[in-house]
């Protein structure tokens, strides 16, 4: 099982990015995936997940109605639109297959500051 996630970088508060994580390794198109987060000197929040059709997204009160999951099985990939960024926000962002995050490969430095 392979999960790169890639994306991250310096943004305003107020601004947008989107990650995506590329999987490899096993069935993408029939696995369920999520999006985690980590902090400086926190623990591992769990803030979005999505079925393996895409028909069911769920998301973490901290970040709905600014975050949206989505995914590409053609591609073997998903994604997270990060609008409305907070200070907050910033963090280390994983994919992952599993909702604790122990499938979780290199994650992505998101840093919200002005």
């Known amino acids: 099982v392979q999960l790169q996630a890639s994306g991250g970088g310096l943004v305003q508060p107020g601004g947008s990015l989107r990650l995506s994580c590329v999987a490899s390794?096993?069935?993408?198109?029939?696995?369920?995936m999520y999006w985690l987060r980590q902090g400086a000197g926190k623990g591992l929040e769990l803030i979005s997940g999505?079925?393996?059709?895409?028909?069911?997204?769920h998301y973490a009160d901290s970040v709905k109605g600014r975050f949206t999951i989505s995914r590409d099985n053609s591609k073997n990939t998903m994604y997270l639109q990060m609008d409305n960024l907070r200070s907050d926000d910033t963090a280390v962002y994983y994919c992952?297959?599993?909702?604790?995050?122990?499938?979780r490969g290199q994650g992505t430095l998101v840093t919200v500051s002005s």
């Open positions: 992952a297959k599993d909702e604790g995050g122990d499938s």
């Open positions: 390794g096993f069935s993408f198109r029939s696995t369920p």
């Open positions: 999505i079925s393996s059709a895409g028909s069911t997204r």
